[in-house]
């Protein structure tokens, strides 16, 4: 099979009826057998880095956040870079479950509920650490405008305020979305799991689901209504994320480009994560009838896509700078490329820039261990964005007298290292007791795919006209 | 100017504390660790002065409220007043041509200016220092 041939695979392969489907998804939670060494290993070390956090957390409550490397112009170290770089990755999930929801592309189907289980561990790390940061954690409430006898507001002018409302929103919707998509799920798991405990607590989720008509009028109603309100948030939350950095008077910061460059570099993150995870589960839980190649190659490209739009950023800000005429802009930019933190920024254009161009060959699109390598490249590189980004700026602003360096220490390494671990331990965790494909929209996909949507006057040919042709099952047991 | 309290820097688990707090600055806390330190032009002392002037039934006059850094300065650089007032001390100061603003042109309008270091152009008065 040629490298071409691969990416007209249809979106369901082999021989599948709606039985084999269901089974398949539901095995992986109801068949504890089917978690084999990868499972443990991956829920073992994140495990393991998840207790790190835990110390270091606890000696920073004890001693302070100056066990970080922060220090006086370096007031915002790598607690803010990973806090950006977390929420960053967890957009591609919000796009996959409601801009692609709402475009009608189908092929969203398999990949939205790990896709989301994503975005919702990826907010749970992100939150972590502006909360960590404020200093004294406890008194968090305080950033909620909250009726109190301390004669205190949040000051609404600023983004960092607007910032603990973008992301508290998103963390709820992205919950709710995510809990009301698999209620359908649940009920099938309820009704096909034989244990009476697994049963109830399945039973107990899916509220009472029956799949009656009314149940699925309703479903989607607010499914629909979900969707449209997650939408705009795909675009706000970075935006207001970024707004910390643009809405500031600092060169290399005060840039109106800042907003539409976050953002496209979160669903290029985000999607690099997706296909981080999807690549080696598929393998392992051989889920590559539902994922398939055809998922893979299109996610590559809107990866290739938002990378350029990315890459393009760069350039604008380098060319920005320079017809700005203005001194502090146009050192910004030297310090950025041989200052100090040189070595960072042209890693940067190397990963962001340079590597993701392979993206443009289907040989490497469908060859999965290199499109593994380039998704890590993709990650470094936009962690190494915010820290050229965030460092460069806060160590060389205006007035030399304020300029400082900054070095990590091994608490900011334990940290971040920790909430990788806290995210893959919850994605395994997810992996072994929800089910990780959208069972009934494959089901549903599967009924469109074989021709039975017709008389719906469905989409779905329409987009795919090579799906007219399937053959795949015919709904009954073989 | 502000800084932030990264670690406990006045640790309170040591012994004489009250102590260390008077010898610090009875009118107001000890921050601890996670606090951020910021001249607040010393609002205690305006509320002081603020109640002060309440209780009699007028305005706080010029000069009445000083800054404990107005106080303690031994070459009485610092001035501090009210700058709505046109004749207060502070109003005055602002208007001679040596008084600049840091970084004047991010318009960020600090209250804090300062006045330039005076300079002796005429080289028949000796030599500029
Ligand atoms: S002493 Fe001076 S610097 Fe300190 S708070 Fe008072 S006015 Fe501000």
Redesign the interface.
């Known amino acids: 099979m040629s490298a071409r041939e691969k990416l007209n695979d249809d979106l369901i392969l082999g021989k599948h009826t709606f039985r084999t489907i269901n089974d398949k998804v539901n095995n992986v939670v109801l068949n504890q057998n089917s978690h084999t060494i990868p499972w443990a290993v991956c829920f073992m070390v994140g495990f393991m880095l998840l207790q790190l956090m835990g110390l270091v957390i606890l000696w920073l409550l004890y001693r302070g956040i100056g066990i970080w490397g922060v220090n006086n112009p370096s007031m915002w170290g790598w607690d803010i870079i990973n806090f950006v770089w977390w929420i960053g990755i967890g957009h591609a999930g919000t796009l996959i479950s409601a801009i692609l929801l709402l475009l009608k592309q189908s092929w969203r189907n398999s990949i939205n509920r790990f896709a989301e289980a994503m975005t919702l561990f990826a907010v749970a790390c992100a939150g972590l650490f502006p909360l960590l940061h404020t200093g004294r954690p406890y008194m968090a409430y305080w950033m909620f405008p909250y009726p109190n006898v301390l004669a205190m507001t949040p000051n609404f002018r600023s983004p960092l305020l607007w910032d603990v409302f973008a992301i508290s929103t998103y963390a709820t919707v992205s919950a709710v979305f995510w809990f009301l998509g698999l209620i359908p799920d649940l009920a099938s798991l309820r009704d096909k799991s034989k244990n009476p405990i697994f049963k109830g607590i399945f039973g107990a989720l899916a509220m009472g689901w029956r799949g009656a008509a009314s149940h699925w009028q309703r479903y989607e109603s607010a499914y629909i209504m979900l969707a449209g309100l997650s939408t705009p948030l795909v675009l706000s939350v970075h935006s207001i994320v970024s707004f910390d950095f643009a809405v500031a008077n600092l060169p290399g910061w005060h840039v109106t480009l800042f907003p539409p460059y976050f953002v496209a570099g979160a669903v290029y993150a985000g999607f690099a994560m997706v296909l981080t995870l999807a690549i080696p589960v598929r393998a392992w839980y051989n889920m590559k009838d539902f994922i398939t190649m055809r998922h893979i190659d299109w996610m590559a490209k809107v990866m290739l896509a938002t990378g350029l739009i990315v890459f393009y950023g760069y350039l604008c800000e380098g060319f920005f700078s320079w017809y700005s005429g203005n001194v502090f802009e146009i050192d910004m930019m030297r310090f950025r490329m041989f200052g100090p933190y040189g070595w960072a920024y042209w890693m940067l254009i190397l990963c962001n820039g340079i590597v993701p161009q392979f993206l443009w060959f289907p040989k490497i699109r469908t060859n999965l261990v290199a499109l593994f390598i380039i998704c890590q490249f993709v990650s470094l590189g936009m962690w190494l964005e915010r820290f050229v980004i965030i460092t460069v700026s806060l160590t060389r602003d205006f007035l030399p007298s304020s300029w400082g360096y900054f070095t990590p220490t091994i608490y900011d390494i334990g940290m971040f290292v920790g909430t990788v671990g806290q995210f893959t331990f919850l994605m395994f965790g997810f992996l072994r007791v929800l089910p990780m494909i959208n069972n009934f929209e494959m089901k549903e996909l599967l009924y469109r795919m074989t021709g039975r949507g017709h008389h719906h006057g469905h989409t779905a040919h329409a987009l795919e006209p090579d799906l007219a042709g399937h053959t795949a099952g015919d709904g009954e047991e073989h | 100017m502000r ?6 820097y006045t640790d309170h688990t040591e012994e004489p504390y009250a102590v260390t707090m008077l010898a610090r600055n009875p009118n107001v806390t000890m921050r601890a ?4 330190e910021k001249c607040t032009y010393c609002v205690q002392r305006i509320s002081a002065a603020r109640i002060e002037a309440k209780k009699e039934g007028r305005p706080i006059k010029d000069g009445e409220v000083v800054s404990a850094c107005q106080q303690a300065c031994p070459t009485k650089s610092i001035t501090f007043g009210d700058m709505n007032d046109p004749k207060s001390e502070i109003a005055k100061v602002k208007k001679q041509p040596q008084n600049y603003i840091l ?1 004047e042109e ?1 318009n ?1 309008k600090p209250r804090t200016t300062y006045l330039t270091r005076l300079r002796n152009p005429n080289p028949k008065l000796g030599k500029e220092s």
């Open positions: 800084r932030f309290n990264f670690l406990n660790r996670g606090v951020m970084l991010l960020t």
